[in-house]
């Protein structure tokens, strides 16, 4: 792979998160379930003690946590390594805002993190293969 394929994978790469992203806050679920392979793993232990198999079990878990929830997801500085021409891993430092309905079991949450990811090039495309969430710091509001 020489250094212009490089660049463009590691590009590719960030369109690929920033439609992640743009799914989650916009709540295309089907736009979610599709920036992961179809046999992806999000791993959430340190979030929510879970770990969900599969792009639409993946898209099913996160709909299911975010959907009556106002997100806003912001990734920055990326640190892509290429492993091949079809493999990469990442790791995004985070910053998330959530604000529940009414009723809701948190007001709202400022969050900040890392995302830990593996990316795969599946049919000439990159997807995420895997996905891991730390967190730095939550900053929560109550209910109410």
């Known amino acids: 792979m020489d250094d212009v394929e490089r660049l463009v994978a590691i590009e590719e790469i960030k369109q ?12 295309d679920w089907a736009g979610f379930e599709a920036v992961f392979t179809e046999a992806a793993v999000m791993d959430m232990a340190e979030e929510a003690g879970d770990v969900v198999h599969g792009a639409a079990e993946i898209a099913a878990y996160v709909r299911g946590h975010v959907d009556p929830v106002v997100t806003v997801h912001h990734g920055h500085m990326p640190e892509i390594t290429l492993t091949s021409s079809s493999t990469a891993t990442g790791i995004w ?21 890392h995302y830990h990811e ?27």
């Open 93 to 113: 430092a985070m910053e998330d805002v959530l604000r529940w309905p009414e009723g809701g079991p948190l007001g709202a949450m400022h969050g900040f993190g």
């Open 16 to 27: 690929l998160k920033a439609r992640y992203f743009r799914c989650m806050d916009t709540k």
């Open 118 to 144: 593996t990316y795969e090039r599946v049919h000439g495309e990159w997807q995420i293969a895997t996905l891991r969430l730390t967190r730095l710091r939550r900053d929560v509001e109550p209910a109410g």
